[in-house]
């Protein structure tokens, strides 16, 4: 990643004029809560020190122009041509961009009165990763439109067009996690998220103070969110919630999951049991973070990927993988973040224990000849903010 200076210079280099400013967003970790989101239920996410750099500078016509570091073609699109049928005209990561404009023109902007925009990203999240690059990308975009447009839109609102940027214009069925983490995330802190009420609430990490840091490890095993396999999970969700008469699977406790067993089949019923446990999870972790510690929550992490794995099934061999060493090397709790199907495992990890787990993890892969991993350890940032 070139950073605001170099995005800037990437800009100037690409469009011939300098921008008017650089705007960024970090990807995330969710901690713990994993497909809760479209189950109305709780997620624990934070911002990590890796970002989504935009440069971006108003243009005389109503053209939005978007390019990047990392791909040689440049989009152009009208925005007043931006309508219900938008989305078929952008593909590829251009769609994030693009699709940010569409949706704050459904939420009521006037897209054929507002000042086209040159746009050029960089970045330095993973893509695929299970680190949310896409909604780094979109919340970059979206608090740069907000400004330049004078939108004044609060950041709730931003987090909705970048959730039905992600969701309607480019079509991957995800929740509001990533979106919500990347606008209202502060440092040092994970963002408690109800997503029913849209409440937030930021829970001290103390992971410095206790001695910890959260080790990544990026299998390399690529997913992509608007393929089947999600798409089927959060089905089998909204099948189990129609089942036993709720709303959602927030509304399901344990034990009533558990008397309503013989009412689903057998894939569906583990479906649910991984969403309702998980919800349970994210409320004791938030729990024990207030009265113990962030060195406490590591069985609950654990925990968490046994469910993944065993009952959402949405784990790979290279995730349980560097799971397991990630525990046998000093880790008091790991377990993969992320959509799944592939993407990153995170770990819980004493600093002194750092080089001795992503050694461990290295020499695994290498036994089982996995393609080495991408290792390195993230602390809780700052959310979407102006850089320049």
Known sequence: MTGPGGVRAAFTERFGARPEGV???????????????YNDGFVLPFAIDRRVVAAVRRRDDNVLRVASTFADEAVEVPLAGLGESGAARVSGWAGYLVGVAWALGRQGVSLADQQGLDIVIDSDVPVGAGLSSSAAIECAVAVAMNDLW???????????AGHEAENTFVGAPTGILDQSASLLAARDHAVFLDCRSRHTELIPLGLADAGLTITVIDTG??????????????????????????????????????RSRDRLDPVTFRRARHIVTENDRVLRTVDTLRHEGVAAIGD????????????FEISVP????????????????????????????????PREAVSRVEAGIAGAFAEHGYTPPVIFTVTADAGARRDA
Not at 150 to 160: F, I, K, N, W
Request: negative net charge.
């Open 300 to 311: 609950l992490l654990d925990a968490s990927h046994r469910s993944m794995r065993d009952d």
């Open 23 to 37: 705007w960024s967003a970090p990807g995330r970790v969710n901690l713990i809560g994993e497909h809760t989101d």
């Open 221 to 258: 095993v690529r997913h992509a969110h608007a393929d089947g396999a999600y798409r089927e999970r959060r089905a089998s969700c909204e099948q189990a919630a129609r089942l036993l008469g709720v709303a959602a699977l927030r509304d399901v406790t344990l034990d009533e999951l558990r």
């Open 318 to 349: 290279e995730l349980d993988l560097a799971v397991e060493t990630a525990q046998n090397f000093g880790a008091p709790g790991a377990r993969m973040t992320g959509g799944g199907f592939g993407g990153s495992a995170i770990a819980l990890t």
């Open 150 to 160: 004078a939108l004044h839109l609060p950041l709730e609102s931003l987090v909705d």
